[in-house]
């Protein structure tokens, strides 16, 4: 059986969950950003996002796509000849949204690290915690999930701790 948290831990237990519940929202917003960018470019539309540039302030440039490319070329790992060649200049944010994703997924990883080690959870918790950065929309869902266990698991150790303090206390002391 697990060891369940001191409570000298609660506190930073509460910053964690907090640090976990914004890393899981932006974390679960990039990734519907990442989502969105992929169906745009992979599908027969083949556009990307660019900000500035010859095309205006915002606006979408095609992509040329090799001959090889088919949608279901990205599932298979032996079709890689598969070449993508963005038309459009100035910034990319279809890449940006990629890389932010990347780069945010690990701020996300360290948060759900904080927690569930905080927290003395089962290995097989952090794992469903960490897909939630990989699968759309699973984020939201595990930090409601999370945040309303966390809260009351902490809410039930402080009634108890502070109800076996209370009667711990001797009668003669607790007038005074």
């Not at 540039?53 to 088919?70: K, M, N, R, S």
């Not at 780069?103 to 927690?115: E, H, M, T």
């Not at 897909?131 to 929309?137: K, M």
């Amino acid at each position: 059986m697990p060891r369940a948290p001191k409570l000298a831990s609660f506190p930073a237990i509460r910053g964690a969950l907090k640090f976990y519940q914004i890393a899981s929202i932006i974390t679960g917003v990039g990734l519907l950003l990442l989502v969105a960018e992929m169906i745009l470019k992979y599908t027969p539309m083949h556009i990307e996002l660019f900000l500035g540039g010859t095309g205006g302030f915002l606006w979408f440039a095609p992509v040329i796509a090799g001959a090889d490319c088919q949608w279901w070329s990205l599932f298979l790992p032996s079709t890689n000849s598969c070449e993508m060649i963005s038309t459009g200049d100035g910034f990319n944010i279809s890449l940006f949204i990629l890389v932010a994703h990347g780069w945010f997924y690990v701020v996300y990883l360290f948060a759900c690290f904080r927690i569930w080690s905080l927290m003395r959870w089962p290995f097989l918790r952090f794992i469903t915690l960490a897909l939630g950065g990989v699968v759309p929309l699973l984020s939201f869902f595990m930090e409601a999930r999370v945040a309303r266990e966390v809260r009351r698991y902490l809410a039930d150790r402080e009634a108890a701790a502070a109800a076996s303090a209370s009667s711990t206390v001797p009668a003669s002391e607790g007038t005074r």
